[in-house]
């Protein structure tokens, strides 16, 4: 089974950018499509961002669309979110998740992805 590592975290003010990097084991990670979810203590989590196993198509929440931009390298086995105008509520801990299923069925539950990392905290001050 993938196993996956976020990195990135960081302590940011309102306003400013961070990339988040997230690591997968594994010679299947191509064939996986992959997402970030987020969760503010107190909070439930919640989807931040999709990306297809082949790159191609993109989805975000609402909330963040025209801020963050996820990618990835298949050659290196990593998913990125790039975090831009970073506001307070974007404070949270992250994390990325992987889907073998692919399809973009219910892309935003969290149900629908299979391996999940430890996460990586971001905070972000005003």
């Known amino acids: 089974q993938v196993q996956l590592v976020e990195s990135g975290g960081g302590l940011v003010q309102a306003g400013g950018s961070l990339r988040l990097s997230c690591a997968a084991s594994?010679?299947?990670?191509?064939?996986?499509?992959m997402g970030w979810f987020r969760q503010a203590p107190g909070k439930e989590r919640e989807f931040v961002a999709r990306?297809?196993?082949?790159?191609?198509?993109?989805y975000y929440a609402d909330i963040v669309k025209g801020r963050f931009t996820i990618s990835r390298d298949n050659a290196k086995n990593t998913v990125y979110l790039q975090m831009n105008s970073l506001k307070p509520e974007d404070t949270a801990v992250y994390y990325c998740?992987?889907?073998?299923?692919?399809?973009?069925?219910?892309?935003?539950?969290?149900?629908?992805?299979?391996?999940w990392g430890q996460g990586t905290q971001v905070t972000v001050w005003s």
């Open positions: 990306i297809s196993a082949s790159g191609i198509w993109n």
């Open positions: 998740a992987a889907d073998l299923a692919r399809d973009s069925y219910d892309y935003t539950a969290e149900r629908k992805y299979d391996s």
């Open positions: 594994g010679r299947t990670f191509s064939s996986y499509a």
